[in-house]
């Protein structure tokens, strides 16, 4: 890994001198100072992240961190805490104003470390708003190094080992697990030598399933490879881990509970995020996983709800039907019938329409049984009119493109079919976009068209 390129900086003090010497030296409002610091320090490649740019009131990020650092560990009754909470509110709004660079400002002026101290010593009262403040500073991966350095995945472990009776506490120490591990790879190693895994599948035993939605993201963000200085990524393992000790059964439970939990969703995505492999997608099927899922998915049509319609279709297709014991699971139990109907449902949204088009492509593959039973059910219906409703999605038809493909390429009597009734002239049309050409090419070369380069 070649090494990081060197980023000049400038100090708070610095800068605030040079904004001075403009006023001073040269006579400049303080506007204008300003502006002018500004544009000479950019010119020369300096970095402002971090630096307080604003002029007149004395900026809030600041106020609110020498308050705290005043009353960091000495506080002494109810109503000291009561003004703690009070500055972290405001810290913690500061953070979240879109654009303001104020997250960075607090960073760099001792934020992390400060807020990471606070939370280890405060009680119940306070502690849910500072670890909802603690997550508005973790924004990039300067701050989750600081936190690091802070020793604040042991202190978060801490809090949620013995704050189990209070489920909000739970939740917001899920959250700061969450920002902390995402894009950082040493962190999420050191939240599961802590057994975090451990923790999240007791919490799941013990409590209500919808009351600590941050638990999902949590196993979502340690099973994810997303930190791009790492050329191999640890969390295949981890996902093992969590399959080992019983989260799947866990997480096929929270689908049992149906399309109202409000877990569902979420629930769905930690369980793609830990079906790595195919013993653990066999697991799924066998703890009744499979039934679970396409029950939703019928309901999630009866009842107009689409992120639950795409969110389990992308389930299966992107993990548990990647196991041919699954692929067979969903089709006896009239997989495809739920699909079509539920692409008949939500037949005005390109989203959905995709996720259909990639399951049955999945479901498809290498399995003349299964294209079979998908042109029974209407599949050849519900492309033709997909292409024809949505030429503009380009994702879409790059979708259709690829289901046509494994519908006729073991089964000649479907491209009579889909051939009839003009499949062609839609499949040329797609060519038109970049991303569907070899798609789109291949589809015309497997129902048997000699020009299909043109």
Same mark, same amino acid.
């Given at each position: 890994?070649?090494?990081?390129?060197?980023?000049?900086?400038?100090?708070?003090?610095?800068?605030?001198?040079?904004? !001075?010497?403009?006023?001073?030296?040269?006579?400049?409002?303080?506007?204008?100072?300003?502006?002018?610091?500004?544009?000479?320090?950019?010119?020369?490649?300096?970095?402002?992240?971090?630096?307080?740019?604003?002029?007149?009131?004395?900026?809030?990020?600041?106020?609110?961190?020498?308050?705290?650092?005043?009353?960091?560990?000495?506080?002494?009754?109810?109503?000291?805490?009561? /003004?703690?909470? /009070?500055?972290?509110?405001?810290?913690?709004?500061?953070?979240?104003?879109?654009?303001?660079?104020?997250?960075?400002?607090?960073?760099?002026?001792?934020?992390?470390?400060?807020?990471?101290? #606070?939370?280890?010593?405060?009680?119940?009262?306070?502690?849910?708003?500072?670890?909802?403040?603690?997550?508005? +500073?973790?924004?990039? +991966?300067?701050?989750?190094?600081?936190?690091?350095?802070?020793?604040?995945?042991?202190?978060?472990?801490?809090?949620?080992?013995?704050?189990?009776?209070?489920?909000?506490?739970?939740?917001?120490?899920?959250?700061?697990?969450?920002?902390?591990?995402?894009?950082? /790879?040493?962190?999420?190693?050191?939240?599961?030598?802590?057994?975090?895994?451990?923790?999240?599948?007791?919490?799941?035993?013990?409590?209500?399933?919808?009351?600590?939605?941050?638990?999902?993201?949590?196993?979502?963000?340690?099973?994810?490879?997303?930190?791009?200085?790492?050329?191999?990524?640890?969390? %295949?393992?981890?996902?093992?881990?969590?399959?080992?000790?019983? #989260?799947?059964?866990?997480?096929?439970?929270?689908?049992?509970?149906?399309?109202?939990?409000?877990?569902?969703?979420?629930?769905?995505?930690?369980? !793609?995020?830990?079906?790595?492999?195919?013993?653990?997608?066999?697991?799924?099927?066998?703890?009744?996983?499979?039934?679970?899922?396409?029950?939703?998915?019928?309901?999630?049509?009866?009842?107009?709800?689409?992120?639950?319609?795409?969110?389990?279709?992308?389930?299966?297709?992107?993990?548990?039907?990647?196991?041919? #014991?699954?692929?067979?699971?969903?089709?006896?139990?009239?997989?495809?019938?739920?699909?079509? !109907?539920?692409?008949?449902?939500?037949?005005?949204?390109?989203?959905?329409?995709?996720?259909?088009?990639?399951?049955?492509?999945?479901?498809?593959?290498?399995?003349?049984?299964?294209?079979?039973?998908?042109?029974?059910?209407?599949?050849?219906?519900?492309?033709?009119?997909?292409?024809?409703?949505?030429?503009?999605?380009?994702?879409?038809?790059?979708?259709?493109?690829?289901?046509?493909?494994?519908?006729?390429?073991?089964?000649?009597?479907?491209?009579?079919?889909?051939?009839?009734?003009?499949? /062609?002239?839609?499949?040329?049309?797609?060519?038109?976009?970049?991303?569907?050409?070899?798609?789109?090419?291949?589809?015309?070369?497997?129902?048997?068209?000699?020009? %299909?380069?043109?």
């Amino acid at each position: 890994m070649a090494p990081p390129k060197a980023v000049r900086t400038i100090s708070q003090d610095a800068f605030d001198e040079l904004v !001075k010497e403009n006023v001073e030296d040269l006579g400049m409002d303080p506007t204008e100072a300003l502006e002018d610091a500004i544009q000479t320090l950019t010119l020369q490649g300096v970095h402002l992240s971090g630096i307080v740019t604003s002029i007149g009131e004395e900026n809030l990020v600041i106020q609110s961190l020498e308050r705290l650092k005043e009353l960091d560990g000495v506080w002494k009754d109810e109503n000291d805490v009561k /003004e703690i909470v /009070e500055w972290l509110v405001k810290l913690n709004d500061a953070c979240n104003v879109d654009g303001s660079g104020n997250a960075a400002i607090a960073t760099k002026n001792g934020a992390v470390q400060l807020v990471c101290s #606070i939370c280890g010593k405060l009680g119940n009262q306070g502690l849910v708003s500072a670890l909802k403040t603690l997550v508005s +500073l973790l924004h990039d +991966l300067q701050s989750t190094e600081i936190f690091k350095e802070s020793n604040g995945p042991k202190m978060v472990i801490n809090i949620l080992n013995k704050r189990k009776e209070n489920l909000s506490i739970l939740n917001s120490g899920f959250s700061v697990v969450s920002a902390a591990a995402t894009g950082n /790879e040493v962190l999420k190693e050191a939240f599961m030598n802590l057994k975090i895994d451990e923790l999240i599948l007791q919490c799941l035993r013990e409590f209500n399933r919808g009351s600590i939605p941050y638990l999902y993201d949590a196993v979502r963000v340690l099973l994810t490879s997303d930190d791009n200085r790492v050329v191999a990524s640890e969390v %295949y393992g981890y996902a093992r881990r969590f399959a080992k000790i019983g #989260i799947v059964e866990a997480l096929v439970d929270s689908l049992h509970e149906g399309i109202k939990a409000p877990s569902l969703v979420s629930a769905s995505v930690a369980l !793609k995020a830990v079906a790595v492999n195919d013993e653990i997608c066999r697991a799924v099927a066998d703890n009744g996983g499979i039934g679970a899922i396409l029950q939703c998915i019928d309901d999630s049509g009866e009842q107009g709800e689409k992120v639950v319609a795409r969110t389990c279709c992308s389930l299966l297709s992107k993990q548990l039907a990647g196991s041919d #014991i699954n692929k067979s699971a969903i089709v006896d139990k009239d997989g495809m019938d739920k699909l079509i !109907k539920l692409a008949m449902r939500f037949s005005d949204d390109p989203t959905v329409l995709q996720e259909v088009m990639s399951l049955i492509t999945v479901l498809s593959l290498r399995s003349p049984h299964n294209a079979a039973r998908a042109i029974e059910a209407g599949a050849g219906d519900i492309v033709i009119q997909a292409m024809q409703r949505f030429p503009e999605s380009e994702l879409l038809q790059r979708s259709c493109c690829f289901m046509i493909r494994n519908l006729v390429v073991r089964n000649p009597e479907n491209r009579t079919i889909l051939l009839g009734n003009g499949i /062609e002239k839609l499949i040329r049309k797609a060519k038109i976009y970049k991303s569907c050409k070899n798609a789109a090419t291949d589809a015309l070369r497997d129902l048997g068209l000699d020009n %299909y380069n043109l």
